[in-house]
Every structure is written in structure tokens, then in C-alpha cells.
């Protein structure tokens, strides 16, 4: 880095060698592992530089790197106000919708996408005010691979944790339930807990219904649980068909 390496590598970014760029970002990512590295290489414009790469180039292996950088680079908290206000969040909701939900590279920006929100409040409602941010993390919970839908998971749970009043009802709407009980089954260890602890925050809090009845009704999803839980791991092949009577004794909870 004292060497002055960072604008040889910008001067690398804008080659006509296709190339030459992919190892330009390669290294780029390289230099970020190192912890000392990554302040300099934010507070260059290298930021920036790598948003635009997973914005705009249509090479999947540029918007890998680029992505992997940026994950890099979140590790710094000094770093995540500098990273918030380059776009990324905007561009990666984008990429995510544009994108087939169970690739690689939906995975890695769904964890890019955590990452960042995890480290910032202010980063968290950004996300969560995007239009069709809710309905895109949705979806990767339906379509995406094991780790995608773990991240996606974990952004709706930390939006909903965030506001529940506000984000309830939005959430319920785009159909998250199937979804979640399914990943309830077979999700990671992770998403597994994360979709249970939402599952339970998603439940009815309307006002004209009496304390006892909200109590019965945690029990009643806590026991659904329980029953994923047992029945899935006595009986695999079944696990659909478990789904779908779950699904059926929650729309008793959330539409009756």
C-alpha cells in the first residue's frame, strides 16, 4: 500500500482488457483482507468504484469480486457510513431482483446485504424503505440457495424487529408464510431459528382480540414448531405435506 499501489489499480479499472480488470479487482480484494489496508482503500474512492462495477458491468466474475471487496471492507465499522452512502443498498436489491434467486452471485449479495445492515440502523431502514425491497427478500426465501435464503431471512427478521407495527402487516402481504415454514424445515441451523423467531413475530397483535387469545395463539405456533420440528426429522420424504398443514393451521391464527 505505501507503495502506491491503489492508483495503478484504478488506472487498471478503466483498461479495455477485460482481463486485466478481473486481476485489478482480484488484487483490490486481496489488499482488503489485510485489516490495516481497508481505511485506505475506502477513503481512496475505491467505494464508489466498486459499486459501480456491480451496477453496472455485465461480468458476473467483476460483480463477484467487486461484491467480495465490499463484504471485505464492511468488517471496519469506521467504513459502513462511507459504504451506505455510495448506493450499494439500492444496487444490490437491483441485482438481487434482476437476478436467477438460487446463484451465486444472488447468495453473495443477499450476505453483502446483511452484512451491511447488520452494522447500521440507518442502513436497516434505507433498506427497508426501497421500494419492493420486502417483496424481493420474499422471494429469495422461496427460490434461493440454502445461504441466500439465510440472509434473506435474517434482513426480513431485523426489519421486523426494527418496527413491527410498520412492518407486520407489509411483510404478511407479500406472502412470507409458505415460504417460511418451509425454511423452518429445511433451512440451515440458522435460517431454521431466525424464521421460527419471525414467524412469531409476525403473529396477531390486533387489539379486539383478548390477551388470552394472543397467549393461546403464541402456544399454538410454538407447538406448530415443536411439530416441524419432531415430524420433520422422523419422516423427510413427508416434509411437503407437513408444510402445507402447518400452513393451514397458521392462516387459522393470521386471517380468521
Not at 485489516?35 to 459499486?51: D, P, T, Y
Not at 415430524?231 to 393451521?249: N, P, T
Request: some cysteine; overall charge neutral; aromatic content about 4%.
Amino acid at each position: 500500500m505505501k507503495s502506491g499501489v491503489l492508483p495503478v489499480l484504478f488506472n487498471l479499472f478503466h483498461c479495455q482488457c477485460q482481463t486485466v480488470i478481473q486481476l485489478a479487482i482480484a488484487a483490490m480484494l486481496t489488499l482488503s483482507s489485510c485489516k490495516e489496508n481497508k481505511v485506505a482503500i475506502a477513503s481512496s474512492g475505491a467505494v464508489q468504484l466498486l459499486v459501480e462495477f456491480v451496477n453496472c458491468n455485465n461480468n458476473i466474475e467483476f460483480k463477484l469480486d467487486a461484491i467480495a471487496t465490499l463484504h471485505s471492507l464492511t468488517t471496519c465499522k469506521e467504513i459502513i457510513p462511507l459504504i451506505i452512502s455510495s448506493g450499494v443498498t439500492l444496487c444490490l436489491f437491483e441485482l438481487i431482483h434482476n437476478s436467477f434467486k438460487s446463484s451465486t452471485l444472488v447468495e453473495k449479495a443477499t450476505g453483502l446485504l446483511e452484512s451491511i445492515v447488520s452494522s447500521s440502523r440507518s442502513a436497516l431502514c434505507k433498506a427497508a424503505s426501497i421500494g419492493g425491497a420486502i417483496k424481493i427478500l420474499v422471494e429469495t426465501i422461496e427460490d434461493g440457495s440454502l445461504l441466500g435464503k439465510e440472509h434473506a431471512v435474517v434482513i426480513l427478521l431485523l426489519i421486523c424487529r426494527s418496527c413491527r407495527e410498520k412492518y407486520r402487516g407489509l411483510i404478511l402481504r407479500e406472502g412470507v408464510m409458505p415460504g417460511l415454514l418451509q425454511l423452518s424445515v429445511d433451512g440451515t441451523w440458522r435460517s431454521k431459528n431466525m424464521a421460527k423467531e419471525l414467524l412469531l413475530l409476525l403473529r396477531d397483535s390486533s387489539d379486539c382480540r383478548s390477551t388470552h387469545n394472543k397467549q393461546m395463539n403464541h402456544e399454538l405456533i410454538g407447538r406448530i414448531m415443536e411439530e416441524i420440528d419432531a415430524e420433520g426429522e422422523k419422516f423427510a420424504d413427508s416434509k411437503l405435506r407437513l408444510v402445507e398443514e402447518m400452513i393451514a393451521k397458521l392462516n387459522i391464527i393470521y386471517f380468521n
